[in-house]
T-cell receptor, first 113, second 112 residues
């Protein structure tokens, strides 16, 4: 079955370190998204991509970067982790258009000490 | 900033009762979607309603959309303990790059 997987599922790191969260989908979806989820804020969009070599900033993109070298993967990099980036990160992809149903991964819980 | 705002923030009901959650948003939309999230899991899409639709059904779910009031409601009929989860509305807009923006969610607890 096609799916979307995130790794690692849990990570603890130190302030200032670079961290990369992986997202891999096997649906061949063009559209991929990264959200972070924090209590009281719901999900906030970090970055998104509508195809290979396309990346766009979301509402909370500072301190994060993404790259899209193929259809299946959209890794999220925290250049220099900060305690404010402790959160649960969700990757999602969509099949139909740019505003269609999103398929989510199971999330990556990141703790920055 | 969030586009959708759910109300109430939390809801506790008995099994068999109906659960109603509301969502209000600020700008014009292309569609509105409802998602469910079980504790510790990813979000799962429940239903999508387009801006030119007023009501949509899927099993025990009924969604209404009032674009003049910029609001939507999700009704879960004959709730079950397994419906215990957080429910999020998400609005998709053509403005600002076709992004889908989520609200903070409603936590539903269904007591057996």
């Amino acid at each position: 079955d096609a799916e979307i997987t995130q790794s690692p599922r849990h990570k603890i790191t130190e302030t200032g370190r670079q961290v990369t969260l992986a997202c891999h989908q096997t649906w061949n979806h063009n559209n991929m998204f990264w959200y972070r989820q924090d209590l009281g804020h719901g999900l906030r969009l970090i970055h998104y991509s509508y195809g290979v070599q396309d990346t766009n900033k979301g509402e909370v993109s500072d301190g994060y970067s993404v790259s899209r070298s193929n259809t299946e993967d959209l890794p999220l990099t925290l250049e220099s982790a900060a305690s404010s980036q402790t959160s649960v990160y969700f990757c999602a992809s969509s099949r139909t258009g740019r505003t269609g149903e999103l398929f989510f991964g199971e999330g990556s819980r990141l703790t920055v000490l | 900033s969030q586009q959708g705002e759910e109300d109430p923030q939390a809801l506790s009901i008995q099994e068999g009762e109906n659960a109603t959650m509301n969502c209000s948003y600020k700008t014009s939309i292309n569609n509105l979607q409802w998602y469910r999230q079980n504790s510790g899991r990813g979000l799962v899409h429940l239903i999508l309603i387009r801006s030119n639709e007023r009501e949509k059904h899927s099993g025990r779910l009924r969604v209404t959309l009032d674009t003049s009031k910029k609001s939507s409601s999700l009704l879960i009929t004959a709730s079950r303990a397994a419906d215990t989860a957080s429910y999020f509305c998400a609005t998709a807009s053509l403005k600002g790059g076709f992004k889908t923006i989520f609200g903070a969610g409603t936590r539903l607890f269904v007591k057996a």
